[in-house]
């Protein structure tokens, strides 16, 4: 039978997603954790590849098992021999020709600032950016505005995908703040390229700082002029936060411990 699943796993320890050689990763891990319940190799698919040190709260999987598990006794399992790390939120049976990457229609990252010039606490420490200077929220959602839509996201790219180009369709791009305090990124898009949203929030803070002129962020898009490339901000601050489908989001938006799941869309 084939399940799917919604994870959430802190990625500070990792080397992001993907499986690779003589490091740790979370595919690694939930596919040891889920061949170990089936005695047997397991392969699990995913929605997105996620970077080192970037966290989920809304990663999709999904898996075969062979066994017969009673309702609610895989999760149950399977969450015993994960690591503190990754945790199973919902899992369930999946129609047979599902796929948690190419059947996506929209991913949500969420990214997470603190705008305090203090040094940060300890405990948020691989949680959130603490940038360590004042921060408007109206200056960063004038630098967000002209993000949405559909447009060559290019200049925002560590790595491009020849076979699928450079466009993206952003259909959310939002500033806010949380009950702490944090300065909260919300975006939407039916697809992202490498770093696109940490270059982007790099960008973002560098034009409400003074460090850009007002309209970089557009010249960069445009491909105008010749403004200097963006570096990434840093990883712990970022959060794949759902993923859509034809039946709606896997779950709602928000990450536990620094803003509640807010309902999201249906």
């Known amino acids: 039978?084939?399940?799917?699943?919604?994870?959430?796993?802190?990625?500070?320890?990792?080397?992001?997603?993907?499986?690779?050689?003589?490091?740790?990763?979370?595919?690694?891990?939930?596919?040891?954790?889920?061949?170990?319940?089936e005695d047997r190799e397991v392969r699990v698919e995913s929605a997105g590849r996620t970077d080192r040190g970037v966290h989920a709260a809304g990663q999709e999987i999904s898996f075969e098992a062979r066994r017969d598990w009673e309702s609610g006794e895989l999760p149950r399992a399977l969450n015993a021999v994960l690591p503190q790390e990754v945790c199973v939120e919902r899992l369930r049976p999946a129609e047979e020709a599902f796929h948690p990457r190419f059947d996506a229609r929209r991913r949500r990252y969420e990214y997470f600032l603190s705008p305090a010039p203090a040094p940060g606490s300890p405990l948020r420490r691989d949680r959130v950016w603490n940038t360590g200077e004042e921060l408007d929220r109206d200056l960063l959602s004038r630098a967000a505005e002209p993000v949405a839509g559909e447009k060559s996201f290019e200049a925002f790219a560590k790595a491009g995908q020849p076979e699928r180009g450079t466009r993206?369709?952003?259909?959310?791009?939002?500033?806010?703040?949380?009950?702490?305090?944090?300065l909260r990124l919300h975006v939407e898009a039916d697809r992202f390229l490498h770093h696109m949203v940490r270059y982007l929030v790099s960008t973002m803070v560098d034009e409400a700082t003074g460090r850009r002129e007002p309209g970089e962020l557009d010249d960069l898009l445009a491909g105008e002029g010749n403004p200097r490339p963006p570096s990434p901000a840093p990883a712990q601050g970022l959060y794949l936060t759902g993923v859509r489908y034809d039946d709606g989001w896997n779950r709602p938006a928000g990450v536990p411990g620094l803003v509640a799941a807010d309902g999201g869309e249906a």
């Open 1 to 37: 039978m084939l399940y799917r699943g919604t994870l959430q796993y802190d990625g500070t320890a990792f080397h992001g997603w993907q499986v690779q050689p003589d490091v740790r990763t979370v595919q690694g891990d939930v596919e040891a954790a889920v061949s170990r319940l």
């Open 168 to 182: 993206c369709d952003v259909t959310r791009v939002e500033w806010s703040t949380t009950v702490l305090g944090d």
